[in-house]
């Protein structure tokens, strides 16, 4: 009997949902343009030579912010236009050209953030010193390494560093001259 209740419930839901179900939408299917052999020239003819509009230069410049749908949208443009567009050789250069300007920028970014970070540690340091906290402010210095691993690390960073260069400069002399004397 009990078998039967949970039957009879099963067969209810899954009337209920037959019930609910609406006639399925139809689906939109994006029609993707079919690719031309205008499309295509440059990459037939191996010629990526073009003079570049100031149009031109305004779509390279979105790209670094949209995708190639919208600015093609945007501007009117196919994206097949686009894409000749990038792989031109002056549009190529540009956008390479425009990279390496925001890497640099990245990186000019990031240093001037880590120098001020550095400031700001050392004013910290300084503080803790000026207050007296001795101990502190060598641990914010040096961690948990012992006086020896700090002498020892001081010592392989003066080491590293060139004393002054003659002695460089003499054999790079000696050499040149000794160079000159056989021929």
Do not use: C
């Not at 839901?13 to 006639?23: E, G, Q, S, V």
């Not at 030579?49 to 749908?69: M, P, S, W």
Request: aromatic fraction near 4%; glycine fraction near 4%; hydrophobic fraction near 40%.
């Amino acid at each position: 009997m009990a078998e039967s209740n949970a039957e009879q419930k099963l067969l209810e839901l899954a009337n209920m949902l037959k019930t609910n179900d609406k006639p399925s939408e139809p689906i939109e299917v994006e029609v993707i343009p079919e690719t031309t052999i205008d499309d295509i020239d440059d990459l037939v003819s191996k010629n990526f030579d073009r003079v570049l509009t100031n149009k031109d230069y305004l779509i390279l410049v979105a790209l670094d912010d949209k995708g190639i749908e919208a600015i093609s949208s945007e501007q009117n443009v196919s994206v097949n236009y686009i894409k000749r567009l990038m792989r031109s050789t002056v549009g190529s250069e540009f956008l390479k050209t425009q990279a390496k300007q925001k890497s640099e920028l990245a990186l000019s970014l990031a240093s001037v953030s880590v120098a001020e970070g550095v400031l700001k540690y050392s004013e910290l340091v300084n503080k803790l010193f000026n207050e007296g906290k001795t101990e502190l402010a060598l641990s914010y210095l040096f961690g948990k390494q012992s006086l020896s691993e700090v002498q020892s690390m001081l010592h392989k960073q003066q080491a590293e560093v060139p004393e002054d260069g003659t002695n460089e400069m003499k054999s790079l002399f000696t050499s040149l001259l000794s160079d000159a004397v056989k021929k």
